[in-house]
Protein backbone atom coordinates (compact mmCIF):
# COMPACT_ATOMS: atom_id res chain seq x y z
CA UNK A 1 0.00 0.00 0.00
CA UNK A 2 3.09 2.49 0.63
CA UNK A 3 4.38 1.58 -2.53
CA UNK A 4 1.26 2.58 -4.56
CA UNK A 5 0.74 5.30 -2.37
CA UNK A 6 4.77 6.75 -3.24
CA UNK A 7 4.46 5.98 -6.70
CA UNK A 8 0.97 8.26 -7.04
CA UNK A 9 2.77 10.86 -5.79
CA UNK A 10 5.41 10.79 -7.55
CA UNK A 11 2.86 11.15 -10.51
CA UNK A 12 1.26 14.08 -9.15
CA UNK A 13 -1.96 12.44 -8.00
CA UNK A 14 -3.20 12.57 -4.78
CA UNK A 15 -4.42 8.84 -3.40
CA UNK A 16 -7.10 9.95 -1.00
CA UNK A 17 -8.84 5.76 -0.85
CA UNK A 18 -5.22 4.44 -0.81
CA UNK A 19 -4.40 6.98 2.27
CA UNK A 20 -7.75 5.90 3.77
CA UNK A 21 -6.98 2.59 3.52
CA UNK A 22 -3.27 2.76 4.99
CA UNK A 23 -4.65 4.09 7.79
CA UNK A 24 -7.42 1.72 8.47
CA UNK A 25 -4.38 -1.03 8.06
CA UNK A 26 -2.95 1.06 10.66
CA UNK A 27 -5.78 0.65 13.42
CA UNK A 28 -6.14 -2.33 12.75
CA UNK A 29 -3.55 -3.89 14.61
CA UNK A 30 -4.64 -2.08 17.79
CA UNK A 31 -8.37 -3.63 16.84
CA UNK A 32 -6.98 -7.36 17.50
CA UNK A 33 -5.40 -5.94 20.98
CA UNK A 34 -8.77 -4.43 21.65
CA UNK A 35 -10.15 -7.57 21.33
CA UNK A 36 -8.15 -9.49 23.63
CA UNK A 37 -8.26 -6.89 25.79
CA UNK A 38 -12.18 -7.22 26.35
CA UNK A 39 -11.93 -10.75 26.68
CA UNK A 40 -8.87 -10.99 29.48
CA UNK A 41 -9.78 -7.54 31.06
CA UNK A 42 -5.53 -7.22 30.94
CA UNK A 43 -3.02 -8.31 30.12
CA UNK A 44 -0.28 -8.36 32.87
CA UNK A 45 1.01 -12.03 33.86
CA UNK A 46 -1.32 -13.47 30.80
CA UNK A 47 -0.06 -15.39 28.00
CA UNK A 48 -1.09 -14.93 24.55
CA UNK A 49 -0.08 -16.88 21.69
CA UNK A 50 0.29 -15.34 18.29
CA UNK A 51 0.18 -17.59 15.11
CA UNK A 52 2.00 -16.12 12.37
CA UNK A 53 4.71 -13.62 12.00
CA UNK A 54 5.27 -12.99 8.62
CA UNK A 55 3.18 -10.42 6.84
CA UNK A 56 1.83 -12.86 4.65
CA UNK A 57 1.83 -16.58 4.05
CA UNK A 58 4.40 -18.65 2.30
CA UNK A 59 7.23 -16.13 3.26
CA UNK A 60 9.17 -14.99 6.24
CA UNK A 61 9.07 -11.56 5.25
CA UNK A 62 8.40 -9.11 8.44
CA UNK A 63 8.32 -5.71 6.56
CA UNK A 64 5.16 -4.23 7.42
CA UNK A 65 4.28 -7.58 9.22
CA UNK A 66 1.09 -6.43 11.59
CA UNK A 67 2.44 -9.18 14.31
CA UNK A 68 4.98 -6.49 15.11
CA UNK A 69 2.97 -3.57 16.24
CA UNK A 70 0.20 -6.23 17.72
CA UNK A 71 3.65 -8.06 20.11
CA UNK A 72 5.02 -4.84 20.34
CA UNK A 73 1.67 -3.01 22.38
CA UNK A 74 1.23 -6.77 24.36
CA UNK A 75 4.47 -6.25 25.61
CA UNK A 76 3.47 -2.65 27.10
CA UNK A 77 0.55 -3.95 28.27
CA UNK A 78 2.88 -6.76 30.58
CA UNK A 79 1.60 -9.62 28.16
CA UNK A 80 4.15 -12.89 27.73
CA UNK A 81 3.96 -14.35 24.50
CA UNK A 82 5.04 -17.16 22.14
CA UNK A 83 4.51 -16.95 18.86
CA UNK A 84 5.17 -19.68 15.75
CA UNK A 85 5.34 -19.13 12.75
CA UNK A 86 6.32 -21.78 9.70
CA UNK A 87 9.38 -19.71 8.49
CA UNK A 88 9.34 -16.09 9.44
CA UNK A 89 10.99 -16.88 13.44
CA UNK A 90 14.37 -16.47 12.36
CA UNK A 91 13.78 -12.66 11.21
CA UNK A 92 11.07 -12.59 14.49
CA UNK A 93 14.05 -12.99 16.96
CA UNK A 94 16.01 -10.38 15.17
CA UNK A 95 13.57 -8.20 15.74
CA UNK A 96 11.98 -9.51 19.10
CA UNK A 97 14.81 -10.85 20.17
CA UNK A 98 14.47 -12.74 23.56
CA UNK A 99 11.18 -10.57 24.84
CA UNK A 100 8.81 -13.24 23.10
CA UNK A 101 9.00 -16.93 23.49
CA UNK A 102 8.93 -18.93 20.16
CA UNK A 103 7.03 -22.25 19.47
CA UNK A 104 8.09 -24.93 16.87
CA UNK A 105 4.14 -25.50 15.84
CA UNK A 106 0.79 -24.26 16.25
CA UNK A 107 -0.06 -26.80 19.01
CA UNK A 108 2.77 -26.30 21.24
CA UNK A 109 2.02 -22.61 20.79
CA UNK A 110 -1.28 -22.98 21.88
CA UNK A 111 -0.38 -24.70 25.26
CA UNK A 112 -1.61 -22.89 28.43
CA UNK A 113 -2.36 -19.39 26.73
CA UNK A 114 -4.75 -17.68 27.62
CA UNK A 115 -5.85 -15.77 24.31
CA UNK A 116 -4.74 -16.70 20.91
CA UNK A 117 -4.19 -14.23 18.11
CA UNK A 118 -4.45 -15.63 14.42
CA UNK A 119 -1.99 -13.61 12.44
CA UNK A 120 -1.11 -14.83 8.92
CA UNK A 121 -3.42 -17.34 7.50
CA UNK A 122 -1.16 -19.97 6.92
CA UNK A 123 -2.70 -23.12 5.49
CA UNK A 124 -1.74 -25.22 8.88
CA UNK A 125 -3.21 -22.84 10.93
CA UNK A 126 -6.80 -23.14 8.47
CA UNK A 127 -6.35 -26.98 9.49
CA UNK A 128 -6.62 -26.45 13.17
CA UNK A 129 -10.29 -27.27 15.19
CA UNK A 130 -12.22 -25.57 17.63
CA UNK A 131 -10.55 -28.48 19.91
CA UNK A 132 -7.01 -27.56 19.33
CA UNK A 133 -7.64 -24.70 20.82
CA UNK A 134 -10.34 -26.00 23.87
CA UNK A 135 -7.66 -28.99 24.63
CA UNK A 136 -4.88 -26.97 24.66
CA UNK A 137 -5.41 -23.50 26.18
CA UNK A 138 -6.00 -22.51 29.56
CA UNK A 139 -8.63 -19.93 28.30
CA UNK A 140 -9.51 -20.86 24.28
CA UNK A 141 -10.18 -17.34 23.19
CA UNK A 142 -9.55 -16.82 19.88
CA UNK A 143 -9.40 -13.16 18.03
CA UNK A 144 -9.34 -14.45 14.11
CA UNK A 145 -7.20 -11.78 12.76
CA UNK A 146 -7.94 -13.66 9.54
CA UNK A 147 -12.07 -14.50 9.17
CA UNK A 148 -10.23 -18.07 8.18
CA UNK A 149 -12.20 -19.86 11.04
CA UNK A 150 -16.04 -20.34 10.35
CA UNK A 151 -17.94 -18.84 13.29
CA UNK A 152 -20.72 -21.00 13.38
CA UNK A 153 -18.09 -24.19 14.09
CA UNK A 154 -15.75 -21.79 16.03
CA UNK A 155 -18.21 -19.63 18.67
CA UNK A 156 -19.93 -22.52 20.09
CA UNK A 157 -17.05 -24.11 21.78
CA UNK A 158 -14.68 -21.10 22.35
CA UNK A 159 -15.07 -17.57 22.46
CA UNK A 160 -13.97 -16.36 19.09
CA UNK A 161 -13.76 -12.96 17.28
CA UNK A 162 -13.04 -11.92 14.37
CA UNK A 163 -11.32 -8.65 12.69
CA UNK A 164 -9.57 -8.48 9.56
CA UNK A 165 -5.97 -7.59 9.84
CA UNK A 166 -5.50 -5.57 6.39
CA UNK A 167 -1.90 -6.48 4.58
Do not use: H
Amino acid sequence: MKALIAFSNKLGYTPTILQAVQEVNETQANRAVEKAKEKLAEFNGKRIAILGLAFKPNTDDMREARSIPIINQLLKEGANMTAYDPAAIPNAKKIFENKIKYANSAIECLKNADCCILVTEWEEFKKLKPEDFTQNMRQPILIDGRRIYNPEEFSPKLEFATIGLVK
